[in-house]
């Protein structure tokens, strides 16, 4: 094929495969860092309510976007280029940085599991339920890459 013949670039969701392997790493990332702490510093790190609501922000954030941007799409079929390549960006940046942080957190209250330590449920609990927001972010950014995505003429939403 000459260069003139190849066919256009074009963009493939985030594969599954690659949030499962960040979501992994966080896993053992957030189970790892309890013993680390312990064996290296005075505590561990307690996770506070600021952190939980802070990615529950941003998974609303991105569940907004994909929703005006799926209304902007269905209305006018059509968006800037720019700022659809900046909300494709995005949402692809944030699905993977999503499922590293729910693994994290996930990992971090497994590794809490049984323990008699001081804050001990707190912290399960806590990162338990920013292990869900991380979650739901990486959900909303797969929907919004989903919102950015090019239609064929005869294709549905």
Same mark, same amino acid.
Not at 100 to 118: H, K, N, Q, S
């Given at each position: 094929?000459? =260069? !003139?013949? &190849?066919?256009?670039?074009?963009?493939?969701?985030?594969?599954?495969?690659?949030?499962?392997?960040?979501?992994?790493?966080? %896993?053992?990332?957030?189970?790892?860092? =309890?013993?680390? /702490?312990?064996? $290296?510093?005075? *505590? *561990?790190?307690?996770? /506070?309510?600021?952190? +939980?609501?802070?990615?529950?922000? +941003?998974?609303?954030?991105?569940?907004?976007?994909?929703? +005006? /941007?799926?209304?902007?799409?269905?209305?006018? &079929?059509?968006? !800037?280029?720019?700022?659809?390549?900046? %909300?494709? #960006? %995005?949402?692809?940046?944030?699905?993977?940085?999503?499922?590293?942080?729910?693994?994290? $957190?996930?990992? $971090?209250?497994?590794?809490?599991?049984?323990?008699?330590?001081?804050?001990?449920?707190?912290?399960?609990?806590? &990162?338990?339920?920013?292990?869900?927001?991380?979650?739901?972010?990486? #959900?909303?950014?797969? %929907?919004?890459?989903?919102?950015?995505?090019?239609? !064929? !003429?005869?294709?549905?939403?």
């Amino acid at each position: 094929m000459t =260069r !003139d013949q &190849s066919p256009e670039p074009h963009v493939t969701p985030t594969p599954f495969a690659a949030l499962a392997a960040w979501g992994v790493v966080g %896993l053992v990332g957030g189970w790892a860092l =309890r013993p680390l /702490t312990q064996n $290296y510093a005075d *505590s *561990s790190p307690v996770v /506070t309510w600021l952190q +939980v609501a802070a990615l529950v922000f +941003v998974a609303a954030f991105l569940a907004g976007t994909a929703w +005006v /941007t799926h209304r902007t799409i269905s209305r006018r &079929s059509w968006i !800037d280029p720019h700022k659809a390549v900046n %909300l494709l #960006v %995005l949402a692809k940046a944030c699905a993977l940085v999503g499922a590293l942080v729910a693994g994290g $957190y996930a990992g $971090y209250a497994i590794a809490w599991i049984g323990e008699p330590a001081e804050l001990a449920e707190q912290r399960m609990i806590r &990162s338990g339920l920013a292990a869900v927001a991380g979650l739901a972010m990486c #959900v909303a950014a797969l %929907l919004l890459e989903r919102a950015c995505r090019v239609r !064929d !003429d005869g294709e549905e939403a």
